[in-house]
């Protein structure tokens, strides 16, 4: 008797298990406690928060909200911004970020007090920078996820000699105190929080605890009066609060593979484009249950990989200018334009502008039989 009571109890866990609804574009992760779930809620509020020059906005910002770059189809999603950023890539093969000159990140809007002041519309880019990017605005879903991945993990798909002589070489990059990088077009930063924290001051002009200064303007200060809101300007736990909205956001949900769909992730492995676009990671240990060792299917490894001198813009710590992260892919349905800067207006068209390491993928793309090329791009689609 007590065989069969618990081989039904089995049974009823693993029926709900498998019709559990799972979460939602812009629904918190399963498993949050209610103090999580709360942070969460609260923090939603000051991610869709707009600031103006009197709450600390500017006076130099690319947009006056998070929620403003990351709106589509919810908050945390994508956006149509598209801003610029510049380095100086030298002789020497090092990358000077430009920092005390405004780098690198170039803001496209000014508040009225320092257009008055200064008469700019826009941050100039100084003459030393050797290139510009423009960068689109990517969703954040699952990002918490990303984060608690171990850098373990990542290194383990490293081949930067490219010893299996498969013609993938990725690699990580580094943030300037040696940490492994992992977040940002050239994966840069290493951690959630920094991504998050860095962008109110760099974004939207916000100073915080941990950036408690403003940005000059291309390396000039100020001018005295543009600015007359206290520094920092957003307080510690307003920016905790937001990093736990961000950092507790559930990834989309996997595609419902129907009809030709299904041959997707075969064609999309048979192509080579799991290589780069690694299917699932794995995240290690965390503070959070419902953050800690689960499989997150991101489609990337989180590498440099050199995409060819067409897409080549700026370079970034140990990036050079044609080296990118692999973009993750889950979220693709949300976008409307694709690649860094948003020059591909299909899916297709992103793929056939990959360059280096992905062109034997991109030309093996090419080649599929029409019914194969719809079948993958199908799948994508609904990633």
């Known amino acids: 008797m007590r065989r069969v009571q618990l081989s039904l109890a089995i049974a009823t866990i693993l029926l709900a298990v498998a019709c559990a609804k799972p979460p939602e574009p812009g629904e918190p992760l399963p498993g949050l406690d209610a103090a999580q779930r709360d942070q969460f809620d609260r923090g939603k509020v000051i991610f869709n928060r707009v600031f103006e020059p009197e709450t600390g906005l500017g006076p130099l910002f690319n947009a006056k909200a998070c929620g403003e770059c990351h709106e589509q189809p919810v908050a945390g999603g994508v956006g149509d911004e598209v801003e610029v950023h510049a380095t100086a890539f030298l002789p020497n093969g090092v990358c000077d970020p430009l920092a005390d000159l405004g780098g690198f990140v170039y803001q496209q809007d000014v508040t009225p007090a320092l257009k008055a002041a200064l008469g700019i519309d826009k941050e100039p880019v100084p003459a030393k920078a050797t290139a510009q990017g423009r960068r689109s605005s990517p969703d954040v879903l699952g990002f918490g996820l990303l984060d608690a991945v171990p850098d373990s993990e990542i290194l383990a798909y490293a081949d930067p000699d490219d010893r299996n002589h498969d013609g993938i070489s990725g690699r990580p990059n580094r943030f300037f105190d040696g940490r492994l ?13 920094e991504f998050n924290e860095g962008a109110f001051p760099v974004e939207i002009g ?52 129907k009809g030709t769909s299904r041959r997707g992730p075969e064609l999309f492995d048979k192509t080579g484009c799991a290589a780069c ?21 991101a489609y990337t490894d989180l590498l440099l990989h050199d995409m060819g001198p067409t897409l080549a813009d700026i370079c970034l710590g140990l990036a050079t200018p044609s080296e990118f992260r692999t973009e993750p892919l889950m979220g693709l349905r949300f976008s409307e334009k694709f690649l860094h800067d948003g020059r591909a207006g299909t899916i297709e068209e992103a793929i056939r502008l990959h360059g280096g390491e992905a062109v034997a993928s991109r030309d093996r793309f090419a080649t599929l039989p029409p019914a194969d090329r719809e079948a993958l791009l199908a799948f994508l689609k609904q990633l």
Do not use: Y
């Open 277 to 297: 676009h690694v299917p699932r990671l794995k995240t290690g240990d965390s503070d959070v249950k419902a953050l800690a060792h689960r499989e997150v299917a």
């Open 181 to 193: 990088g992992r977040f940002g077009r050239k994966a840069l930063v290493p951690t959630l929080a």
């Open 206 to 257: 916000v100073t915080v605890p941990a950036v408690p200064s403003e940005e000059t303007v291309a390396g000039q200060p100020i001018p005295p009066g543009v600015d007359p809101l206290p520094e920092p300007e957003l307080d510690a736990q307003s920016v905790a609060l937001v990093n736990a909205f961000v950092r507790f956001l559930a990834p989309p949900s996997p595609p419902k593979l």
